[in-house]
């Protein structure tokens, strides 16, 4: 039992009370985001109690979760660099970016730094290609980056 899922339940009662009846399902997007945000990731434990809650195949779930980027399956460091690596961030600079985050923080994507203080990842497009490349901290977007604002954006995470 997901003792997260069980603490959040009375907030799931109230958002099945705005569904009409048969559309339960569309509770899963809803109950993983604040799943998240309680738990800091969605655990194996918290999909099978939100299995049993909802009444969805379980499959459901995992499909909504690895479809959006922002669900994270495991913890991240304090601070979550997500850098978007898809076209127009590319041609922008992206790879660039995310060599100067590698070699800085000693990490590659999908790893988190020995002290916890980061995790870097790389995501498709964030949605923000006009002000490309773009790395995402946390729920902050920072964009335009180039070397010196890197720099600064770094050193600006304690
Ligand atoms: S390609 Fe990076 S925000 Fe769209």
Not at 30 to 51: F, H, K, M, N, S
Request: glycine share 6%; net charge positive.
């Amino acid at each position: 039992m997901s003792e997260v899922v069980t603490r959040l339940t009375p907030h799931f009662e109230q958002l099945k009370k705005r569904l009409p009846q048969g559309f339960e399902s569309s509770l899963v997007l809803p109950c993983l985001r604040r799943i998240q945000e309680e738990r800091g990731y969605v655990a194996d434990e918290d999909i099978a109690a939100l299995t049993a809650y909802i009444g969805v195949p379980r499959m459901q779930i995992e499909q909504v979760l690895s479809y959006y980027t922002q669900f994270r399956r495991k913890p991240v460091g304090r601070w979550h660099l997500q850098v978007c690596h898809n076209v127009t961030c590319s041609m922008r600079g992206a790879e660039r970016a995310l060599d100067m985050l590698q070699k800085r923080l000693h990490i590659k994507p999908g790893q988190t730094t020995a002290d916890g203080r980061f995790t870097l990842s790389t995501v498709e497009c964030l949605g923000s290609c006009g002000t490309a490349p773009v790395v995402m901290v946390n729920d902050t977007y920072h964009e335009n980056l180039n070397g010196m604002k890197l720099d600064a954006l770094l050193e600006s995470l304690k």
